[in-house]
């Protein structure tokens, strides 16, 4: 197993930090962790930023299985409250995407699961070292995969810059939701969340004005969700056996 990074464990929650202003991360911070074995892994320069937009939920493609998922969180030093909220984002978005299959849609359950395992791989990198770890996180999962489906749900799991089609884009769509349900580790209404989120990182006017509008592009996705799959998202007990 790689050495583990005691500065990887920071407790930063940056994905709306990224949205709103990804230049305020403390350098000195980072300056206190030398690179781990998961730092030295060298993406090539010149990649581009993300796969196209188009890509089906159905694309067969090769998609790591749970155990591959976490090798790759050892590798890149993950730490332990990352996995914890990347397996709750997991385990929403593995619900939502049985749902879809019950439904009739073309979704591969293992590629929406893996994505969501994976969506915060860059994290622990970016909070030492700067970058947004959605286009890093998107280039590593390509680079290790091959499956531009699921690079492209990483990349854009913080918004989505496309049309709302769910049945198109069901992955990256559902992943971005996946991680909204998420506060840290537990599984929570998106009002909980995003209330979390507003607390701790509206901290100027500007802030505030572009947080509120990611909060309605979500609330967008979660009712085309809601229309989709035919279940209330706020009443679903996503396999944990209680009401959220």
């Known amino acids: 197993m790689n050495r583990r990074c005691e500065d990887c464990a920071l407790a930063v929650d ?23 074995d998961g730092c030295r892994f060298v993406i090539e320069s010149g990649r581009p930023a993300g796969p196209p937009a188009d ?6 493609l090769p998609a790591p299985s749970d155990d591959e ?14 996995r914890g909220h990347s397996q709750s984002v997991a385990t929403v978005a593995t619900a939502l995407a049985k749902s879809a299959r019950a439904r009739g849609l073309a979704v591969d359950v293992q590629t929406v699961r893996a994505a969501a395992l994976l969506h915060d791989l860059a ?3 970016t909070i030492r070292h700067g970058g947004n770890h959605c286009q890093l996180g998107g280039a590593w999962v390509m680079d290790l995969t091959g499956n531009a489906a699921m690079a492209q749900a990483v990349i854009h799991h913080v918004t989505w810059p496309f049309d709302l089609d769910f049945r198109k884009h069901f992955l990256p769509l559902v992943v971005i939701y996946a991680d909204k349900r ?40 979660e009712n085309g969700l809601q229309t989709l799959l035919g279940i209330d998202l706020n009443e679903d007990t996503f396999d944990r056996g209680r009401l959220v």
């Open 55 to 60: 890509l089906p939920a159905s694309l067969s």
């Open 69 to 82: 998922c976490q090798a790759y969180w050892d590798r890149f030093c993950m730490p332990d409250h990352v």
């Open 14 to 36: 940056s994905d709306v930090a990224d949205l709103a202003d990804s230049a305020a991360l403390d350098e000195q911070r980072r300056a206190l962790c030398p690179p781990c």
């Open 123 to 125: 994290k622990a990198y």
């Open 182 to 221: 998420v506060r840290h580790e537990e599984i929570v209404t998106f009002d909980e969340r995003f209330s979390d989120l507003l607390d701790r990182y509206g901290k100027t006017e500007d802030i505030r004005r572009k947080m509120m509008n990611a909060r309605e592009q979500i609330v967008a996705i």
